[in-house]
């Protein structure tokens, strides 16, 4: 027997009003729904604006206090412009915390800090070239 589709990552978190704003305002994700859980937890679903798979955000304050150590986990996003990215998160507080980095066929990649500690990582993959490219 094989699994489908992936369909979400979640995420617990701390602080639910600073994790939406970095996943909207700054990734740019849409939430797409909202609910409370049989247990209690507020749960929020986003997805990147281009769609794909979900980031679940779970927000339940009385399991205690999350603490997410250094490169435990990681989600990657693509954009097309790495720079114009890195100028735009920064402008918003969030600057890149690793990179940008080179990779030997031209993909670049940088890091990003989620409010809980989570990473971001932010990839520009090498286009190939020539007029079969537009």
Request: with cysteine.
């Amino acid at each position: 027997m094989k699994v489908g589709h992936w369909l979400h990552t979640r995420f617990r978190i701390n602080d639910l009003e600073s994790s939406l704003h970095f996943y909207t305002r700054v990734l740019g994700m849409r939430e797409v729904s909202r609910s409370t859980s049989p247990r209690g937890s507020t749960l929020v679903f986003l997805q990147p604006t281009v769609g794909g798979e979900m980031l679940e955000l779970c927000h339940f304050p009385s399991s205690g206090p999350v603490q997410v150590p250094a490169d435990l986990v990681h989600i990657a996003l693509e954009v097309n412009d790495l720079d114009a990215f890195g100028r735009h998160a920064a402008s918003l507080g969030y600057p890149w915390s690793d990179g940008p980095t080179i990779t030997e066929s031209g993909t670049r990649f940088a890091f990003l800090d989620a409010p809980e500690g989570y990473e971001v990582e932010i990839i520009e993959r090498q286009r190939p070239s020539g007029k079969d490219s537009q």
